[in-house]
């Protein structure tokens, strides 16, 4: 996956069922003082599999 890509894609942010916000990696990123990785990482099956109820998860839109 090109990361170059990625800078210009929205980001769907949830924690649970709730919907907390949509952006790019860069807005996310900078609006939660992570970095642009870790939103990344939110979305990958790995994370997904740490059975967080109420962890944050992002998809790709």
Known sequence: MSRKKDTNQWWAMYKGDEFIDMG??????????VRKDTI????TPTYKKRNHKNGLITFKV
């Open 24 to 33: 790019t990696l860069e807005y996310l990123s900078k609006k939660y003082h």
């Open 40 to 43: 990344r990482f939110y979305s």
